[in-house]
């Protein structure tokens, strides 16, 4: 088992040689203000826009019952995209998409 992985460690060392690989050392750095949902988020997703750039997010609201919201991102600051809370029910299980003409897409598990 030993030399197993020494095989494998190995070859992916020299993968990494061949394919010119680099460790890049990143961090994560906010969006815009920090904090900018109205109050506590539930099931928090997030979409890019290909043709844009624009970045959205949906969640559940805590403030409004865990009802859905969907926020973009403007380049500057965090907006509500239509009226926020737009369902009467609280949510989980989001998931966003936005297709090839920048339309966006939520679906939840309802209540």
Partial sequence: MKSLLQKIRIALIVINILCGAQVVQASWHPV???GFSPGSVNAPCI???SASGTVYMAFGDGNNSNRPTVMKYNGSSWIT????????NGTNNMSIA??????????????
């Fill in 32 to 34: 815009g203000a920090p």
């Fill in 98 to 111: 936005v297709n090839k003409s920048g339309t966006v897409y939520v679906a939840y598990i309802d209540g």
């Fill in 81 to 88: 995209v239509g009226s926020g809370a737009f369902d009467a």
């Fill in 47 to 49: 979409a890019v826009d």
